[in-house]
C-alpha cells in the first residue's frame, strides 16, 4: 500500500513517520461514521504534507486512506487510483469525483458511497449477483473499464481486434473557414486526449495546456509550403566538431542525421510506459541535476559498463583509482595531495583544483546528496539514462583497474538508443564526465515527465502525446508525411493487429508509429479546398467540420450594443450566395470586441480586407455583401462603402465611356452604420 510514500517520509521525514503510522492506525480502530474519520485522516495527512512530507500529494492520500479502511469495512470504502476512480466515475455520472482544487472530504465521500451502494444494489437485485461487499464493486469497475482487457465476442474480425488494443489512435482534422476557432479547439481536444478533466473555463484550459506543452506531451508545428520530409521526419544537418568531444575545430564537417518533429515526439510516446502519481511521482524541487557519462559512449569496450551500472543499480565513475572514503577528502586539498602522491594518470605531479583527476572524484564524494537527479549521457547530444541518487560514495576497485568509484542509484528511465538532449536541456553536453547542470537551461516540466514515464509497477498504461498540425493543408502532404501515410493508420500503428514498422531512408532504423501518439490538424478551407486535400490523408483521418457559430456572440453584442449574431450572419449568407460556404466570416473576428470602437475596428482591419481578397478586389460584390450596393450608376453614401462616379477622359465618345466608379472606405469619423446588416 504506497509503499514508496512510506519509503520516502522515511527517508526524507523520518520525525514524521511516527505521526503518520498513528493516522492510519487512529483510522483504522475508529468507531465515528466513515465520512468523519476519512476527513480526520485527511486533514491530519495533508498537515504532514505541509510540514514537509511532500510525498503525501492529493491523490497519494486518497489512495492511502481508503486502501486502509476498506481493510476494516468493505462495505464502506474501497481502494482508489484517482486517475482510474475518476475515469470510471466519469463513464458512470458524467461527472469527476476527486478535484484537488475543490476538495470537500465529507462530501466526496458521500458522493461516492452512494454511487456504490446503488451499484451493490443494481448488481445482487437486477442482475441477481451476490456481491459480498464494495470489493466485488471496485474489481468489476476495474475490469469493466480497463482499456488492456480484450472484449469478449463472438467473432474475430479486424475491427473486433483493434477494439481490443490499450489505446485507440485519434487522427482527427478540423476544417472550416478562417476564424472559427479550430486552433483553439486542438487545446481543448490535446488536453481531453492527454487524459485530463475537461475546463470550460478558457484560462483554466490554456494552462493545463502550457503545461502538457512544456513537458512534451503536446507539440505543435504550423505547416507551410517551405515544409519537407527532412524538417518533419528526418534529415541531414551539418555539423562541426567531434560529437564526443568539446573541440568543434578537430573534427572538420559532417552530416549527421537528426529526427525531425514528428520522430522526436514518437520517441516520447513510445518510451513512456505510464506515470507515475501520487505518492510515487518525483519532482525536480530542491534536488541538484547532474550530467555524468559512464564510460565512452562510441567505445564498445565501455558498453558493459553502463549495463553493468542499470543492472547493478548504481553509477560508475573512472579517474584515479584511489580510495576517497577518509573523511580528510571532503578537502579539497587532500585529493589534491592524493592525486600528486598515488596518481598513475600521466602527468599527476602537476595536478590543481582544474584538473579533473581533482574535479571529478570532489563532485562525486562531496557535491551529489542523495536524492540528486543524473542525466547519462550518450555522446554530446543524446542521454540514455535518468536516475536519482540514493546511497553515498563507494570505492570498489577492479582486477583490470578504473571505474572503482560507486554511488547507490534508483534508475527512474532508460531508453539504450538515447533522446536529443534539446528535449530536457538547451545545450549540447560538454566532455566532462560529472558536472552540474544549469536549472535556468533545464526543461524542468520535461525531465520531470521523463523521469516519471517508466515508474509504473504490473502492464503498462502509457500517457497519450498529441501532435497538432496547424494549415495541415499548406504543405505538399505527400512530400512532408512520406512513409507514414501509411504509417498513421490506426489499424497499423505499433500495438494494433497490423502493426507495421518500415526502415527509414537516412537514419536506417525500423521505425513504427506508437498507439499513443494522437495526430490533430487545421485545416481553412478559405485556403484551399477539402476536395483538393490528398486522397490518402483523407482517408487516414476523421474530418470533422466547424462552422461560424453566431451564437457565441451573445456577450460581445451586449457589449457593442449591436445584434452580432444577426451581423454575422447575414454577411455569410451572403457570402454563400455570392461565392461559397467555405469562404464566410468566423466567429472570432467578433468575439472580443468589447466596444463598437472595438467592433468597428474590427471591420475596418480584418473583415473587409478579407473580404477584399476572397472577392479579387471586386468591390461591387463587397459592397453587396456589406449591405451598399445599388442598381443605379450614381454615388453611393453606403454604410462602410462609399461610391463616387469617375468623369471620363476628355475625348471618349459616349458608345465607349461606360460609367467607372471609385470605391471608398468610410473614414474613421464617419463611422460605420450596420443598418443595412441587421435590418436586412
Request: hydrophobic share 40%; with cysteine.
Amino acid at each position: 500500500m504506497q509503499w514508496r510514500t512510506v519509503y520516502r517520509i522515511k527517508q526524507n521525514n523520518p520525525d514524521l513517520l511516527g505521526e503518520f503510522y498513528g493516522i492510519i492506525g487512529q483510522l483504522v480502530r475508529t468507531d465515528r461514521a466513515a465520512d468523519e474519520a476519512l476527513m480526520q485522516a485527511f486533514d491530519a495527512l495533508r498537515d504532514l504534507h505541509a510540514r514537509g512530507a511532500k510525498s503525501l500529494t492529493f491523490g497519494g492520500c486518497l489512495n492511502i486512506l481508503f486502501s486502509a479502511l476498506s481493510m476494516v469495512r468493505p462495505n464502506e470504502a474501497v481502494p482508489v487510483t484517482i486517475t482510474r476512480i475518476n475515469e470510471a466515475w466519469e463513464k458512470l455520472t458524467g461527472e469527476i469525483l476527486f478535484v484537488k482544487s475543490t476538495a470537500d472530504m465529507a462530501s466526496d465521500y458521500h458522493r461516492f458511497a452512494n454511487v456504490y451502494a446503488e451499484l451493490f444494489d443494481i448488481m445482487r437485485d437486477d442482475w441477481q449477483w451476490q456481491p459480498q461487499d464494495w470489493l466485488d464493486i471496485q474489481w468489476f469497475l476495474w475490469i469493466a473499464f480497463d482499456k488492456t482487457l480484450e472484449p469478449v465476442t463472438s467473432s474475430d474480425t479486424n475491427e473486433n481486434r483493434e477494439a481490443q488494443m490499450p489505446i485507440r489512435p485519434v487522427n482527427l482534422i478540423l476544417y472550416g473557414p478562417p476564424g472559427t476557432g479550430k486552433t483553439f479547439s486542438t487545446a481543448a481536444e490535446a488536453v481531453r486526449l492527454c487524459g485530463e478533466p475537461e475546463h470550460k473555463d478558457r484560462e483554466t484550459l490554456m494552462q493545463v495546456y502550457q503545461q502538457l506543452l512544456s513537458s512534451g506531451r503536446i507539440e505543435f508545428v504550423t505547416f507551410h509550403q517551405s515544409m519537407s520530409y527532412e524538417d518533419f521526419v528526418e534529415g541531414r544537418q551539418p555539423m562541426t566538431g567531434s560529437d564526443d568531444g568539446e573541440d568543434t575545430s578537430s573534427a572538420g564537417f559532417r552530416l549527421d542525421t537528426v529526427p525531425g518533429i514528428f520522430r522526436r515526439i514518437a520517441k516520447r510516446a513510445e518510451t513512456s510506459r505510464g506515470r507515475s502519481i501520487g505518492g510515487d511521482t518525483v519532482t525536480v524541487a530542491n534536488r541538484q541535476v547532474f550530467k555524468m557519462s559512464i564510460g565512452e559512449a562510441s567505445n564498445p569496450e565501455d558498453a558493459p559498463l553502463f549495463e553493468e551500472a542499470i543492472e547493478g543499480g548504481y553509477t560508475l565513475l573512472g579517474w584515479e583509482d584511489i580510495d576517497w572514503s577518509d573523511d580528510k577528502y571532503a578537502n579539497r586539498e587532500a585529493i589534491i595531495e592524493a592525486c600528486k602522491t598515488k596518481g598513475r594518470i600521466e602527468g599527476h605531479t602537476d595536478v590543481n583544483a582544474l584538473s579533473g583527476s581533482v574535479q571529478m572524484p570532489f563532485i562525486f564524494r562531496n557535491l551529489v546528496r542523495k536524492g540528486d537527479v543524473v542525466v547519462v549521457s550518450k555522446g554530446n547530444s543524446l542521454f540514455r539514462a535518468i536516475g536519482e541518487f540514493t546511497g553515498d560514495y563507494e570505492f570498489h576497485p577492479r582486477s583490470e583497474g578504473g571505474y572503482a568509484h560507486r554511488r547507490a542509484m534508483r534508475w527512474l528511465w532508460v531508453d539504450r538508443q538515447g533522446v536529443s538532449i534539446t528535449e530536457i536541456y538547451t545545450r549540447r553536453f560538454s566532455m566532462k564526465a560529472l558536472y552540474m547542470l544549469h536549472d535556468s537551461e533545464l526543461n524542468v516540466p520535461a525531465l520531470e515527465r521523463y523521469l516519471n514515464s517508466q515508474l509504473i509497477d504490473g502492464p503498462p498504461e502509457p500517457e497519450s502525446f498529441v501532435l497538432i498540425i496547424d494549415e495541415i493543408n499548406r504543405a505538399n502532404i505527400s512530400k512532408v508525411f512520406g512513409e507514414l501515410i501509411t504509417l498513421i493508420e490506426p489499424d497499423k500503428r505499433l500495438g494494433q493487429p497490423n502493426a507495421l514498422k518500415i526502415r527509414l531512408p537516412y537514419s536506417g532504423d525500423d521505425f513504427g508509429v506508437p498507439s499513443n501518439l494522437h495526430i490533430l490538424g487545421t485545416m481553412n478551407t478559405a485556403d484551399r479546398s477539402i476536395a483538393l486535400l490528398d486522397t490518402a490523408l483523407r482517408r487516414r483521418f476523421t474530418f470533422q467540420e466547424m462552422m461560424p457559430n453566431p451564437s457565441l456572440l451573445i456577450d460581445s453584442a451586449e457589449a457593442c450594443g449591436l445584434n452580432l449574431p444577426r451581423i454575422l450572419a447575414v454577411i455569410n449568407e451572403r457570402v454563400e450566395y455570392l461565392y461559397d460556404r467555405e469562404h464566410q466570416i468566423g466567429h472570432a473576428y467578433f468575439i472580443d470586441c468589447k466596444s463598437r470602437a472595438d467592433l468597428d475596428a474590427a471591420m475596418r482591419k480584418k473583415v473587409i480586407p478579407l473580404l477584399a481578397e476572397y472577392f479579387f478586389e471586386d468591390w461591387d460584390k463587397i459592397a453587396a455583401v456589406l449591405g451598399d450596393a445599388a442598381s443605379h450608376s450614381g454615388s453611393i453614401k453606403g454604410g462602410f462603402l462609399n461610391r463616387s462616379v469617375l468623369k471620363p477622359p476628355n475625348g471618349l465618345n459616349d458608345d465607349y465611356a461606360l460609367p467607372r466608379f471609385r470605391w471608398e472606405i468610410r473614414s474613421e469619423d464617419e463611422g460605420f452604420d450596420y443598418n443595412g446588416l441587421t435590418e436586412a
